[in-house]
């Protein structure tokens, strides 16, 4: 059997995936360290809630690939997705092939899971029709695209399917401009079933196919880092395949998580009973000042690990004010009625 997915990006912006008729969809997400396609975290909660293969992709560009790898990462909303490179000319910059493996293994190095290349054959062909083997041995598949004309499908022993350095491609995509939802999209084709591609999608033995805690984990989640060690310890590997092991390791994480901001709290609230006097009456906004000075520390440590754009312990003075300021109106002092400290 043939199965059909969808191309988007930006240019079709506006349909809902979550209705279409086919199982899988490639779109685009990122491209170099510059770029995220305004649609794609709709189109991820859509393919989701609608149990479609999701198949996001990154447009290669000539920068840093350890950026583009990060941008990448900070965009996919999952690493366990399978991702597409997608490997072709754009404007005046040519990519190497040397430059996509550099960004493959980038991709790899952050945790990410590339299985699939773009590369149309005119651009390997361009590119001098160079053996595509060191794809292969990373285990990522090839996507091609051959347009006969129209946007019916041409069948499996179309030109598109041939192989080339190589490979035989594992999608071939046969239009770009099939109608959906009134607009014309790239679509593409899978010879196989669904069980069929997300077996391919997840290629066991290969080299992303595995995750360790020292290159992964513990970087990914360093506030929780020296509990992960005592459960999962560095050098241990992880089938990056099971999403069981990846639901494992997060709920490990938000239960740590939480269990830390109970902890700082606590801190916070014994040191409020050790700094509160004993009667209500007598409190001067002095005390106000030194309550709040007392818990700035346990505040920011317990912000610091869940806010990490932000200057924890300027937040932390910012909030400790007005928590001492409370704790001490609910112990029914008037402080409006108090002189200030001298």
Same mark, same amino acid.
């Given at each position: ?276 006097? =004993?009667? !209500? +009456?007598?409190?001067?906004?002095? *005390?106000?000042? @030194?309550? /709040?000075? #007392?818990?700035?520390? &346990?505040? %920011?440590? =317990?912000? !610091? +690990?869940?806010?990490?754009?932000? *200057?924890?312990? @300027?937040? /932390?003075? #910012?909030?400790?004010? &007005?928590? %001492?300021? =409370? ?12 002189? /200030?400290?001298?």
């Amino acid at each position: 059997m043939t199965i059909f997915g969808d191309d988007l990006s930006s240019y079709q912006d506006g349909i809902n995936v979550q209705v279409l008729d086919d199982p899988f969809v490639i779109c685009k997400c990122t491209q170099g360290t510059y770029y995220t396609d305004a649609d794609y975290s709709v189109w991820r909660q859509q393919a989701m809630a609608s149990s479609k293969i999701l198949i996001p992709y990154h447009f290669i560009s000539p920068e840093d690939p350890d950026a583009q790898a990060k941008h990448i990462a900070d965009k996919i909303g999952d690493k366990s997705l399978p991702l597409m490179i997608d490997f072709e000319k754009n404007g005046t910059y040519n990519p190497t092939l040397a430059q996509l493996i550099a960004l493959a293994d980038a991709c790899f190095r952050a945790g990410l899971r590339v299985v699939l290349v773009y590369m149309p054959r005119w651009y390997w062909e361009q590119i001098g029709s160079p053996s595509l083997a060191q794809l292969d041995s990373r285990g990522i598949s090839l996507v091609s695209s051959n347009y006969p004309g129209g946007y019916n499908y041409p069948g499996d022993d179309a030109a598109g399917w041939k192989s080339y350095g190589g490979m035989t491609p594992l999608i071939y995509q046969f239009t770009d401009s099939a109608p959906v939802q009134g607009r014309g999209v790239d679509r593409n084709a899978y010879r196989g079933s669904v069980a069929e591609l997300a077996a391919d999608l997840n290629p066991s033995g290969a080299d992303m196919g595995t995750y360790t805690m020292s290159a992964g984990w513990q970087a990914d989640y360093q506030d929780v880092a020296d509990a992960l060690q005592k459960h999962i310890p560095a050098g241990m590997v992880i089938d990056e395949g099971l999403t069981a092991a990846y639901a494992m390791v997060r709920s490990f994480v938000a239960a740590e998580r939480g269990g830390n901001i109970v902890t700082m709290l606590a801190e916070v609230l014994q040191i409020l009973k050790q700094q509160q006097p =004993a009667t !209500a +009456p007598t409190l001067t906004p002095a *005390d106000v000042d @030194a309550l /709040a000075a #007392a818990i700035v520390t &346990p505040l %920011a440590a =317990a912000i !610091a +690990p869940h806010i990490p754009d932000v *200057d924890a312990t @300027a937040v /932390a003075q #910012a909030a400790a004010g &007005p928590v %001492a300021h =409370a704790v001490v109106m609910q112990m029914g002092a008037d402080l409006s009625a108090t002189p /200030a400290a001298s």
